[in-house]
């Protein structure tokens, strides 16, 4: 892992940094180790061990700001499954096997009747499901969702994949 994860003095997971911006903010005596956990940063002549999660000692205000809406970030929050029938690629659904590329966007609230692309409105669905849904509301449509589509925690997003163990408990994965 290439990256270190930056809290802010309340332990609050701030972004995920490169090493050497790591070594800059651990010179200056900005940040304080939290973890046992080392990644080495080599340079010539010499390897520094650097902590795989770092805190800041003076509070930043940085306001939360939802991850920023997209069709990929709507699939991947779904994990690439149908909210109406639970159908995910590679499953026997509606009488074949779904592709990838039979996941849609759907709209809660259709666009023709002002629904907008937030992350409250759209789920991933299959083609079969959104097209049954069309133009109506899911209960229109006597359709049920098997979730509440919701704004995901940036920290899935941004940390998703291999985590570091450390990182685990910061991110409460």
Known sequence: MAAILLLNATYEPLAVIP????????????????TEEMVALASIGETRPIPTVLRLRRYVNAPRRGARWSRQGVLKRDNY?????????????HGRVLRLNDLTIDHV????????NTWTNTACACAA?????????PHEAGMVLRWEPKTPR????V???????AWKFYLEI
Request: with cysteine; aromatic share 4%; proline share 4%.
């Open 159 to 165: 940390a998703s994949g291999n985590v570091p163990e």
């Open 109 to 116: 609230l259709p666009k023709s009747r002002g629904g907008r």
């Open 154 to 157: 940036v920290e899935y997003l």
């Open 129 to 137: 499901c959104n097209g049954r849904k069309n133009d109506r509301t």
């Open 19 to 34: 090493r050497k911006r790591a070594l800059s903010l651990l010179l200056r005596e900005v940040v304080d180790g939290v």
């Open 81 to 93: 499954t149908c909210v109406y029938c639970g159908g995910r690629a590679g499953d026997r659904r």
